[in-house]
């Protein structure tokens, strides 16, 4: 699938933690936002206008595609893979012969948190109105989580692109 709006931000993942209000005298309502939340989403903001920026590109329309790939340090799962990290898998058929190296390593998928989910709301909030006009348009999201080995190599790929018919029937896959 072609993407429209393809970037990656780097850093320490971190998930969407809802806020909380307290209420005051005389109906007022305070509204303390979660700050570790507040620095992640202005992290991906920033990300996505530099991205939209530089490639010069205005916010899709339509119905929106969010595809997500995250990849959290996770070692003990590295770790306890029968290769090393960074060994190439080879690709077998049913036959067993030998069809071609993949040339990369096989991603091990990983069930660290912080959920899938929040990370997806997270990442929806920071760009809506730069990268799509409202979140209310994305109709598919496909999300991964992948383990890698160090903290340093923890980031989030984020692809978009608007699909050319709002009506699209999905098909089962």
Known sequence: MYYKIKFTVHGKIGSKKYNFSTIRRKNKVNIYKNKETSVFEEHIE???????????????HGGIFIKLVIYIADKKKIKSLPFKPGEFKQV???????????????????????????????VEDAVTGICFEDDKDIIDVKVKKIACLLDSEERIDIFITDLPNKHVVFQNE
């Open 46 to 60: 920033y990300t996505a206008k530099n991205y939209m920026l530089r490639h010069n590109l205005k916010p899709l």
């Open 92 to 122: 077998w058929n049913t036959s067993g012969e030998n069809i071609k190296n993949s040339g990369w390593p096989t991603p091990v998928f990983t069930t660290k948190k912080p959920d899938c989910s929040n990370v997806l709301k997270s």
